[in-house]
């Protein structure tokens, strides 16, 4: 029986190579994998290893939850060579940007380098299967997609490796740690679930029959319980979008202010790095889909007025800040950056 580890939130992520490790060193998991390898005829044994960024990304926001799931492939992909395993990764990705989505020749781009070995599984989820595959016409596109770019990539992985830049990592982590911190922050913040209660429809999203699970695991009433697809869902429908920028200007803000030398050298990643490029384009789309107007909205349905105005305000402050380091980073204005996301928000 094939086993699949699933690492899903930021710790789980950051042990991951350790737990791989232990793993294939049992005897159980040896034997099983060299079965199966005889079963398939396969040269070497193949080792399923399923990633999530639905929960990594409500555990700790879009950049961290980007960055450790990158760091982790690269960490996962190592632990395979050491044990002489080819690592198949499994992609548990949603059709929202904050569980993942993406153009998908871009993200297949953005994916670390030796990981992309001809082998992958992604997850169609809920509210892109109608999109991508309600005809043969779109269905055809998309599957080509993801054939050819997943052909395209390892073909020129297999040209030419790519070294890790220590200067890249440096600063990819110190992203990731400072924006966990803010989001963190937010969602520790003692009137922010009263807040997320009576500011989104999540009550409503709770008791709607439309998902193949119970919208929390035990039945609890904390954050850590909700499951990540009803918690994304809910910022969406009252337009805040928080799970996809949330945490991303105050980070960037601070490197610009603090270490100018790390601010120069994203400046000059988003140019030339597809994995920068492509988590900042899902940013840039997020913002775009986010209204303050409808915010504020959705906000006057919450009862306390201190905690209205304590949690929009730091919710407001972020946006502005976000959308102010976006401008300052990338140097066109959004309406220029993305066209059409800004004219169907207008």
Known sequence: MPVVPLFETIGDLMESPRILDRFLSHPVSKNNLEYIRKKRNWPRPVQD??????????????LASAWHLYHAQVKLAEVGKKHGVVIRFFHGKGGTISRGAGPTHWFLKSLPHETLNGLI????????????????GNAAYNLELLLAGTAYQTIMNHLGKQEEQPKREELLSYMARESYKAFKNLTTHPSFIPFYEQATPIDVIEQSKIGSRP???RGKRSLEDLRAIPWVFSWTQSRMNISSWYGVGSTISKMKHVDKEKYLWLKKL????????????NVDTSLAATDEDIMKLYAGLVED????EEIL??????????RDMMLDLLENPISQRRVNHYLSTQ
Do not use: C, H, P
């Open 215 to 217: 919208s929390r695991r």
């Open 270 to 281: 988003v140019k030339t790095d597809n994995f920068v490029r492509y988590i900042l384009t």
């Open 313 to 322: 305000g730091m919710l407001m402050k972020e946006l502005k800040l976000t």
């Open 121 to 136: 599984r992604v997850t169609e989820q809920g509210e892109t299967i109608e999109r991508k595959y309600a005809n043969k």
């Open 305 to 308: 007025q201190e905690i209205k």
């Open 49 to 62: 290893v399923m990633i999530g960024y639905s929960d990594s990304n409500k555990d700790g926001g879009i």
